[in-house]
């Protein structure tokens, strides 16, 4: 039985050494380096991977930022011909009111107080030219009606001063939003650099045809096997 287990064993050196003699070792080497350039291959394709999805990612970002901007404008437009269409009205509105006051307070003056003592009915009063003297008699009313006046110019005042906060508003915001367009613009340019680059480094990679095959979802897991799979391959050796 030793005998027999030491012929075993010397069978078992000779076919090693007769396999290590088969072995070409410049072969050896070229397929060792061939797999060392696939695995620098495959990780290139793995760092190109990943910029594709960062460019997607930023692409889709300025679009977004693009429509939001671009919709921010239009609403300051808008806003800013509603002020402009309510501007005219509201200063008429202002304007009519300041004159009833004025006459307001002018009829009921201590001038307007004297000039009514000599007011005849059907007569034209001497200040106005009308021909009706409803304030011909002192009335307690008068003071009412005074205050009422002034409230009247003072909520127009107010209206205007708040129509002219809205459309400084809506200025401010198309301005800042024209701005931010421009800006997204050479950001796009920028952007459309890039692609560019990456749209060349892409068509010369060494393994392009392989890579072409394969689904953008399904590039990661693919390229994570090969490179698992070159891996083993030169552990082996």
Same mark, same amino acid.
């Not at 291959?41 to 679009?63: F, I, K, P, S, Y």
């Not at 404008?73 to 800013?80: F, G, H, Y």
């Not at 692609?195 to 892409?202: I, L, N, S, Y």
């Given at each position: 039985?030793?005998? @027999? $287990?030491?012929?075993?064993?010397?069978?078992?050196?000779?076919?090693?050494?007769?396999? @290590?003699?088969?072995?070409?070792?410049?072969?050896?080497?070229?397929?060792?380096?061939?797999?060392?350039?696939?695995?620098?291959?495959?990780?290139?394709?793995?760092?190109?991977?990943?910029?594709?999805?960062?460019?997607?990612?930023?692409?889709?970002?300025?679009?977004?930022?693009?429509?939001?901007?671009?919709?921010?404008?239009? %609403?300051?437009?808008?806003? +800013?011909?509603?002020?402009? $269409?309510?501007? !005219? *009205? +509201?200063?008429?509105?202002?304007?009519?009111?300041?004159?009833?006051?004025?006459? =307001?307070?002018?009829? @009921?003056?201590?001038? $307007?107080?004297?000039?009514?003592?000599?007011?005849? /009915?059907?007569? /034209?009063?001497?200040?106005?030219?009308?021909?009706?003297?409803?304030?011909?008699?002192?009335? !307690?009313?008068?003071?009412? +009606?005074?205050?009422?006046?002034?409230?009247?110019?003072?909520?127009?005042?107010?209206? +205007?001063?708040?129509? *002219?906060?809205?459309?400084?508003? *809506?200025?401010? =915001?198309?301005? %800042?939003?024209?701005?931010?367009?421009?800006?997204?613009?050479? %950001?796009?340019?920028?952007? =459309?650099?890039?692609?560019?680059?990456?749209? $060349?480094?892409?068509?010369?990679?060494?393994?392009?045809?392989?890579?072409?095959?394969? !689904?953008?979802?399904?590039? /990661?897991?693919?390229?994570?096997?090969?490179?698992?799979?070159?891996?083993?391959?030169?552990?082996?050796?």
């Amino acid at each position: 039985q030793r005998e @027999a $287990a030491e012929q075993q064993a010397r069978a078992a050196l000779a076919t090693l050494i007769d396999a @290590a003699q088969a072995v070409d070792p410049e072969a050896l080497a070229r397929h060792k380096a061939a797999l060392e350039g696939r695995r620098e291959a495959l990780a290139g394709a793995v760092r190109l991977a990943g910029q594709r999805g960062e460019l997607e990612r930023a692409r889709q970002r300025l679009d977004t930022q693009r429509s939001a901007q671009q919709a921010r404008l239009a %609403d300051s437009v808008a806003r +800013l011909g509603q002020a402009s $269409a309510a501007r !005219p *009205a +509201l200063e008429q509105e202002l304007a009519a009111a300041t004159r009833a006051l004025e006459m =307001a307070r002018l009829v @009921a003056s201590d001038t $307007a107080e004297r000039l009514r003592a000599q007011l005849q /009915p059907d007569a /034209p009063c001497p200040v106005c030219g009308a021909v009706d003297h409803p304030y011909v008699a002192h009335s !307690p009313q008068v003071d009412a +009606l005074l205050d009422g006046l002034a409230q009247g110019v003072t909520r127009a005042q107010a209206a +205007l001063q708040q129509l *002219a906060r809205e459309q400084g508003e *809506a200025e401010a =915001a198309r301005g %800042d939003a024209t701005a931010q367009l421009a800006q997204l613009e050479a %950001d796009s340019a920028a952007q =459309a650099a890039a692609v560019a680059r990456f749209d $060349a480094d892409w068509q010369a990679h060494p393994l392009r045809a392989e890579l072409q095959g394969q !689904p953008a979802a399904a590039l /990661p897991a693919w390229l994570a096997a090969r490179l698992e799979e070159t891996a083993a391959e030169l552990d082996a050796l």
